[in-house]
C-alpha cells in the first residue's frame, strides 16, 4: 500500500515541541501499559468473530485437539489478502469488506488464519480434483456456501483435513 509523503515542515520550531509532546503522551502511554502484569493486558475477541473461534475449539476438541485461545486477540481491520495472522502477538486481523466475508465464507476465512496460528499450518495448494486440498490453500477458496450444499461432507472433510493433513481424499472430489 502507498503511503502519502509528509511534505516538509517550514516551521521546525513548531514542529519539533508538537513531536515532543506526542513522544511524552506517548511514553506515558508505554509506562502505564508494562507496568500491567502479562496476564493482565487487555486481549480483544471481536464479537462477530467469536462464534467461529468457539465453534473451532468445539471442533478440535471434537478431534481430541486441545486449543488455548485465552490469550487470543482477533478484529477487525484492513488487508489486502483478506486476513492474516501473527503467531508472535497471538493476533488475527479479520477484513470485513474483503470478498470471502462478504460473500458468506466467514468461517473458512477465520479457520484458515487459527489454522495458521495454532495448528503450525503453512499454505497448501495441492488439489484435489477441482478442488483445493485444504482450507489452508493461499488463494484459492475451499469451498463456497452453494457448493457445500450439493457437496454433502464437504465442510466435514476440510474441518478433518485441518486438524489432520493425511485425511483421506473424499469421493466428491474423484
Ligand atoms: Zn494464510
Known sequence: MKRKQHSPQRNSLYSISGIRSVLIIFSLALTSCF???????????????K????????????????IDASQLTISFGTHDGAAYAVRSTNTIVVDSTSYDWVSGLREQLVYHELGHLYLGREHDDDMIGNYPKSIMAGVEDPWDEGRQRQRLGMRKY?????????????????
Open 51 to 66: 462464534p467461529y473461534v468457539d465453534s473451532f475449539i468445539e471442533e478440535a476438541a471434537a478431534r481430541g485437539v486441545s
Open 35 to 49: 507496568d500491567s502484569p502479562m496476564d493482565e493486558q487487555i486481549r480483544f475477541v471481536e464479537p462477530q468473530l
Open 158 to 174: 476440510y474441518i478433518d483435513e485441518l486438524f489432520n493433513p493425511d485425511t483421506k481424499r473424499p469421493d466428491w472430489s474423484l
